[in-house]
């Protein structure tokens, strides 16, 4: 029976609710409320008497921890990572043979709470871990995971802080200076705007990083940065003073490689303020379209750079967002791509490695530093086709660069 239909199958078995919060960023009383952590609804999948190899399953699966805010301001990204994973396992799961099981806890995005996670995972015999969702507790856990000698891959954690002297570090996310010298050649050559101004979160490592790289690449090509405004903080809900600096400027362009709620504010703020320039973001900024309360009118023209576009004609993306809005009642965003991305990646790798369930956390972390950096690996999902892994744990892949038009992406 082909994938798609053995997960169809197995979605109509189960009961499914919509989980999916826009929390976003914790942007003070203009923020959506804080969400619980979800009981899981993702499907179950029975294990069949005999794989698609031939050889009969013994029920025996490889346990794979998973860790990212399932509460707290930062909610809707972990929800995300968790729920486009689940739907993954669940489909490797009914292909037979190999078995997969996530136990995925929350740490409310907070560095110390994902390393407490960590340690229950491993104390409940996870021999790899999935996560961290955001970047700074990933920084932490894989400080952990790496003396410990756990494979780790996270969807969305962007800094190369995450990886830098870890070899048992992967990403399935391209890196924040990646899209910062992508984001500067992509205006340049497109000739979006003549004047830029950026707006970044300068405590904020992903952000920043982003920003780096961009500023480096717009000295090195040419492009005119006429003003560079920051702000502490994604509690920061007053942006007037940033956008008044563009507007007499006369940037034609706002860079913004800041996350979705912060970036709600600033279209708000500045369509309240008559002010009308192309607004040009990063992979953070997706899911802006679903965030409770926002008019998604003010994001009419932005554009914004993400591996995944769930308005995607693809037969992979449409059977994806097909099952995901039957699991979840809601449409996936990149972090859910990322997540289902990163199940197929385990899973592949661990096939092609000959791993199994018996198999110490240690023997599987070399057999998979192996596989992924092996330069005949590589694998095709939802957020690039071909993808290939350096011995630095750093993804190759390209951005895709999106519009909005009439509420759905565009893929330019």
Known sequence: MKKKNVLALLLAMCMMVGLLAGCGGDSGE????????????????????????????????????GIGPLSG??????????????????????????????????????????VNAYNALIGDDAQIIYGCTTTNPCVAVAAETNAARYFQLTPSASSTDVTAGKDNVFQICFTDPNQGTTAANYIKDNELGTKIAVIYNNGDAYSTGIYNAFQATADEIGLEIVTVQTFPDDTNTDFTV?????????????FMPIYYTPASLILNQANSMGYEPTFFGCDGMDGILELDGFDVSLAEGLMLMTPFNAWGEDERTVNFVTAYEEAYGTIPNQFAADGYDCMY????????????????????????????????????????????????GEVSKAPVVVKVEGGVYVTQ
């Open 30 to 65: 203009s923020a959506a409320p804080e969400s619980s952590a979800p009981e899981s609804t993702a499907p179950d999948a029975e294990t069949p008497e005999e794989g698609t190899d031939g050889e009969t399953a013994s029920g025996a699966a490889i346990k794979i921890g």
């Open 73 to 114: 301001s930062s909610a809707t990204y972990g929800i995300a990572t968790q729920q486009g994973a689940e739907i993954a396992v669940a489909e490797i799961n009914a292909l037979g043979g190999l078995q997969l099981e996530l136990d995925f806890q929350d740490d409310e995005g907070d560095a110390e709470k994902a």
């Open 242 to 254: 940033q956008l008044g600096a563009a507007r007499d400027a006369e940037a034609d362009l706002v």
């Open 345 to 392: 990646a385990i899973y592949e790798a661990c096939v092609a490695a000959g791993i199994t369930a018996d198999m110490s956390h240690d023997e599987i972390c070399e057999a998979l530093i192996a596989q992924f950096t092996n330069p005949d690996f590589s694998v095709d999902g939802l957020t690039g086709s071909g993808m290939t892994w350096s011995t630095n």
